[in-house]
């Protein structure tokens, strides 16, 4: 029910959100239980929500397991370790993050998993997935070969098992590790970028 509700909070949000369905379910007349379907994120809800060919796109989940394109999974290793190293107060640097990833998405992505207080993600450097079109296509502003955000289980947060109180200070707790298992190592280095910076805490 946390993931239900979390993924319509999120609608509107530079984010791919899960559709569900919750549903109680009876065998023989008997009572079997609450069930919820929701959709898969994989590379055919990417066209048909981002209208990106099924094969032509490249999904990361975690920094380390890919679907899809070889090439495009080292693309993103190569990015990552040059922009743990990277010194993302100089523009340029900035501007080849913002050419490389959709920035807002991933401001949203950052703001949303902070305020539902997802222990498991920020924190615990796990349940985030990013996508990307294989293929330029100037008449599809989803195929420009930025790296864009899905949100997908959000179960461990909104006061879960106490780990996940609004309290807690997700972004002192938030790992820095620079792994590429670790998405808020990248939040950390943006946010030595004044315009990111600014532009974030206004988002």
Known sequence: FRDDLNQSLAEGLSLGTQAKQDYIVFLDGEFWGTYSMQEK???????????????QVTTVKNGYEYEGHE??????????????????SNASNYSRVCDTIDIQGFMDFVAFE??????????NSNNWMIWRADE????????????????FDTEYSS??????????DCFKDMDRSGKTTSISSLF????????????????
């Open 136 to 151: 330029k296509d100037a008449s599809n502003a989803y195929a420009d070969g930025k790296w864009r955000f899905l949100l």
């Open 188 to 203: 950390f280095k943006l946010m030595n970028n004044q315009e990111f910076k600014q532009q974030f805490q206004s988002r």
């Open 114 to 123: 902070s305020y539902i207080v997802n222990w498991d993600c920020m924190i």
């Open 41 to 55: 994120l994989d590379e055919n809800y990417i066209e048909s929500h981002y209208h990106v060919p099924a094969n």
């Open 159 to 168: 006061g879960y098992d106490g780990q996940c109180s609004f309290r807690r």
């Open 71 to 88: 090439a495009s999974f080292n693309d993103f290793k190569q990015f990552w370790s040059w922009a743990m190293s990277a010194d993302m």
